[in-house]
Nanobody, 121 residues
Framework: QVQLVESGGGLVQAGGSLRLSCAAS????????MGWYRQAPGKQRELVAT???????NYADSVKGRFTISRDNAKNTVYLQMDSLKPEDSAVYYC???????????????WGQGTKVTVST
């Protein structure tokens, strides 16, 4: 069983910064892509950023230049540094990981429980 545990959410003023962390634990062989998604009230969940095991990154246009995704493969942890936060960044942020429980090339998608980010004006 694989678990993703997020931390780092909270309340911040517009223009401020927060750093989210997500650690994967449990029994597995390999983690491929890790990423962050977010869901605001009344809206669909959307991609924020992803990072491969090799360090290749992808960002939503709305966060480019403000957010930075990184990962520590040795710790099975992904981070999201969020700077210049805006009220429209307020949402529940979810960690996602493509995990292979066994060395057979089969990957499954896992989600964290979510951490709330609120940006005030």
């Amino acid at each position: 069983q694989v678990q993703l545990v997020e931390s780092g959410g909270g309340l911040v003023q517009a223009g401020g910064s927060l750093r989210l962390s997500c650690a994967a634990s449990g029994s597995f062989f390999r983690i491929n892509v890790m990423g962050w998604y977010r869901q605001a009230p009344g809206k669909q969940r959307e991609l924020v950023a992803t990072i491969t095991s090799g360090g290749n990154t992808n960002y939503a246009d709305s966060v480019k230049g403000r957010f930075t995704i990184s990962r520590d493969n040795a710790k099975n942890t992904v981070y999201l540094q969020m700077d210049s936060l805006k009220p429209e960044d307020s949402a529940v942020y979810y960690c996602n990981a493509e995990v292979s429980p066994r060395n057979n090339g089969v990957y499954y998608n896992y989600w964290g429980q979510g951490t709330k980010v609120t940006v005030s004006t």
